[in-house]
């Protein structure tokens, strides 16, 4: 479906046909003419879906043809700093032929900052892309209201609940009109966000675009090691192999911190991003790491949403992701422009159960691949055996191997 069949305005076109779009994705199909309708929607989709468009196209239309009275009318409340930007750049170009305003505003940033947001929030801007604490501390100073606002957009909202956010939520909910349209965007749809579209829509268009598997053309395996093994593993495995890109996911900040510490030390020229750098200093390393100035990124889930890096060479997971469909985030970030591209995961003893989850949402089992015998002894790959707590190991060791189940190869099982 051509953009031109949803009957926006032509100065929003303009700005469509400017950034290249043409072709409507499956969400855009879906969820653009519902909002035009004025319905509250739940939309089930995943990054890369192009869910953004989704919502921000039909917004920008029907603001345009709203007075323009310095009363903020649409909120989009996202979890990071870094999608809030993405959003905001994206807006920013989809309505650069129209009169529609936006700004950012998310935390980590100076007085200066605060004070220009201050200025949008206070004088209006159309349109507001925030994190919660960020508009949480504008709104606890008492110097905001939005008594005009029309539509409210939450984006990864599954991820947001997952940081804690819930109750900051209601709160900004709280000081909303009753009458307004509601947009809820999130990649899964567990029984916590369902008691959220409960709390919040009303009689919402349900739309579900199916997780997509990842792109054939990504190299899936993993090993199966001993945490002590992790380290000189992923040292081998950039040092044999010279790649533009490589981003490394680690579970937390001090992973990360270790990490980065243990590849500078070696001479591999890396850098870390997570939610203790400041705001200024994560910008500039996606900027350097998008122009290849740093070939290796060590990151926390922070840039595994919402960042849109092309060409990267290879995703590994240091540690395995907490959820199956995170996994699908992560190594989506290769094989997107390049021809193909690898993931590799490690996985410890106490992650095997999550691996095997992984494995049955892509109804597949990833390659087991051996690990080099100088690193010494492995688990064996038995997910099916619970661990007893701690550091204990379980379902035997094998020599120098690939990790895979007692008597088998690590082919495909399925």
């Not at 004088?123 to 939005?146: K, S």
């Not at 109750?167 to 990649?187: G, H, T, V």
């Not at 992701?321 to 094989?335: C, F, K, L, Q, V």
């Amino acid at each position: 479906m051509n953009f031109n069949s949803f009957g926006f305005s032509p100065t929003l076109m303009q700005g469509i046909e400017a950034i290249g779009y043409e072709t409507a994705t499956p969400v855009q199909v879906a969820a653009i003419p519902a909002i035009l309708e004025g319905r509250d929607i739940i939309a089930s989709a995943q990054t890369g879906t192009g869910k953004t468009a989704a919502f921000l196209l039909p917004v920008i239309e029907k603001l345009m043809a709203m007075p323009h009275d310095n009363q903020v009318k649409a909120m989009v409340i996202v979890p990071t700093r870094e999608l809030a930007l993405q959003i905001d750049q994206q807006m920013e170009g989809f309505s650069y032929y129209t009169h529609v305003s936006s700004i950012a505003i998310y935390g980590g940033t100076d007085g200066t900052v605060f004070s220009r947001e201050k200025q949008a929030l206070t004088e209006g801007a159309d349109l507001i892309v925030c994190t919660p604490g960020r508009l949480m501390a504008h709104m606890n100073m008492g110097y905001i209201q939005f008594p005009e606002l029309k539509f409210l957009i939450l984006d990864e909202a599954d991820r947001m609940l997952d940081m804690g956010f819930n109750e900051d939520i209601l709160k900004i909910i709280s000081y909303l009109p009753k009458k307004r349209q509601n947009l809820m965007f999130s990649a899964t749809m567990p029984s916590k966000i369902r008691h959220l579209v409960r709390q919040i829509l009303t009689n919402p268009v349900e739309i579900n675009i199916a997780m997509s598997k990842p792109a054939e053309k990504i190299i899936q395996k993993a090993y199966v090691v001993y945490d002590t093994q992790k380290i000189p593993l992923i040292k081998m495995l950039l040092k044999e192999t010279v790649m533009k890109r490589v981003l490394i996911f680690c579970s937390t900040k001090e992973k990360t911190r270790q990490l980065f510490h243990e590849l500078k030390r070696t001479g591999i020229k890396a850098e870390e991003i997570h939610s203790t750098l400041e705001q200024a200093a994560r910008e500039n390393v996606i900027i350097r790491f998008k122009s290849g100035d740093i070939p290796v990124l060590v990151a926390t889930d922070i840039v595994s949403r919402g960042i849109d890096i092309e060409d990267i060479d290879m995703v590994i997971n240091y540690d395995v992701p907490h959820d199956a469909e995170d996994y699908i985030h992560r190594i989506g970030r290769t094989a997107r422009a390049s021809a193909e591209g690898t993931a590799v995961t490690f996985i410890n003893e106490r992650d095997q159960q999550r691996f095997d989850a992984i494995e049955t949402l892509l109804e597949r089992e990833v390659e087991k691949s051996a690990v080099p015998e100088q690193y010494g002894e492995t688990p064996v790959y038995n997910p099916k055996i619970r661990p007893k707590g701690g550091n204990r190991k379980f379902g035997g060791k094998r020599k120098g191997g690939s990790g895979g189940k007692p008597g088998g190869s690590g082919e495909s099982r399925r």
